[in-house]
C-alpha cells in the first residue's frame, strides 16, 4: 500500500476523517489534491499550483525519528533546512538518532512514508511521539502539509495548526 488517499480507509484516522474534525473544530484549511508527492522535491515540482502569490507560507519536511531508548520524534523542518542527525540529537538532549521504520511509523503516528505531517499527531499523541517544529513556522502567515496521505495537502493559518495542536493536547517544542 502506498500512502495516497486510494488507501486512506485502512489508516486508524482517514484523511476524510481527519477533515471533518478540522471542520467540526472550526479550523479552516484550504484543500489540495495532486499527484502523490513523496520527497521534497516532489513537492516543489507542485508549489506553483498550490501557492497563493505573496503569502508567507511554509513549506515542510517532516522527519520520523528514534533513539536509542526508543523514543519517537516528529520533527518538522522548512523544506529547505539542512539538518544532521547527530547534531539534531545534542541539540535536542536526546543522544543520537535515526530513521524509524515504516512499521513504527504506521505503529506511532498512523501513516506511511511520503505522508508525514504535524497532522500525524493526532495519532502520536496518544502514541508519546514527541513533537519538535521549526521556529520558522512562528513568522508563517501558511503552513502546507499532508492531511495524512500524500496525494493532497492542506494550507492552514498558523493559528490554525496551533489551535489543531492544542485541540488534541499535543505539547511541541520549538527548534531554533
Known sequence: ??????FQDTLPVSS???L????DWNLPYRLYTHV????VED???VEGQLMVPGEDALRLKNLYLRDKKKR??????EQSREIDLKALGAELGVGSLSFGS???LFQNLGIRPGAVS???????VQNNVQFFMDAAAQQADVIYMHPLVNDRTVAMARGDVMGFLDRIKCDFSWLP
Not at 504535524?118 to 502520536?124: D, E, F, S, V, Y
Request: charged share 20%; aromatic share 2%.
Open 1 to 6: 500500500m502506498d500512502a495516497s488517499s486510494t
Open 16 to 18: 476524510d476523517a481527519l
Open 20 to 23: 471533518a474534525r478540522l471542520d
Open 36 to 39: 502523490p508527492l513523496r520527497t
Open 43 to 45: 513537492a516543489k515540482s
Open 72 to 77: 519517537n520524534y516528529l520533527v518538522t523542518l
Open 102 to 104: 515504516a512499521d513504527r
Open 118 to 124: 504535524p497532522l500525524a499527531m493526532i495519532n502520536g
